[in-house]
């Protein structure tokens, strides 16, 4: 069975820190896609990033980076400068991906990170 | 407009009433999931289908029915609602390959049962 963790329920940083939000996953299956999802205030789910299995490379968009690591069946998240409006709640999710099937999502149970001023 | 949408937004229920959540997609996407979200547990699915009047259980079905008899619709239905189906209740779309593209979630119902 897939699995997400989030050991970190809640975190508070000061605006212009830096914070990195973890997310280790288990899965069997050898091909599988990893995903990143913002929940800010007003509730809904925004995307903000999906990685295969086979691209370890790490990403960056702006103040925003990933690191995937398959060795430690990790894919973190890092803001730099952390701003109020990054303040929400963040999900890391794991889809298996077998041909011709539903793509279900196996979500984490989320982090809440407030930044204040 | 073009997107996921879901009614009612908010909905406020007794205990065994039947209760229905609609979930529209223009898209034309094949995949169409539900999923509630509970503090401490995250997203967890109830039901998904891969196209029109094929639907299949996800982690926490009971208690729920859907049914998928136009693409663009995936309606959700708890037929005699319970206090521990308090939740918001998202739907969500993906066009297609699996695993390859995001899901697109529509902005959730908030569901109380008294």
């Known amino acids: 069975a897939q699995k997400v963790t989030q050991a970190q329920t809640e975190i508070s940083v000061v605006e212009k820190e830096d914070v990195t939000l973890d997310c280790v996953y288990e899965t069997r299956d050898t091909t599988y896609y990893l995903f990143w999802y913002k929940q800010p205030p007003s509730g809904e789910l925004v995307f903000l990033i999906r990685r295969n299995s086979f691209d370890e490379q790490n990403e960056i968009s702006g103040r925003y980076s990933w690191n995937f690591q398959k060795s430690t069946s990790s894919f973190n998240f890092t803001i730099t400068a952390s701003q109020v409006v990054d303040s929400a709640v963040y999900f890391c999710?794991?889809?298996?991906?077998?041909?011709?099937?539903?793509?279900?999502?196996?979500f984490g149970t989320g982090t809440r990170l407030q930044v204040t001023l | 407009d073009a997107g996921i949408t879901q009614s009612p937004r908010y909905k406020i229920t007794e205990t065994g009433r039947q209760v229905t959540l609609m979930c529209h997609q223009t898209?034309?996407?094949?995949?169409m999931f539900w999923y509630r979200q509970d503090l401490g547990h995250g997203l967890r699915l109830i039901y998904y289908s891969a196209a029109a009047d094929i639907t299949d259980k996800g982690e926490v079905p009971d208690g729920y029915v859907v049914s998928r008899s136009k693409t663009e619709n995936f309606p959700l239905t708890l037929e005699s609602a319970t206090r521990s189906q308090t939740s918001v209740y998202f739907c969500a779309s993906h066009p297609g390959l699996a695993g390859y593209n995001e899901q697109f979630f529509g902005p959730g119902t908030r569901l109380t049962v008294l």
């Open positions: 898209w034309s996407h094949s995949y």
């Open positions: 999710a794991l889809s298996e991906a077998v041909t011709g099937t539903a793509s279900k999502l196996t």
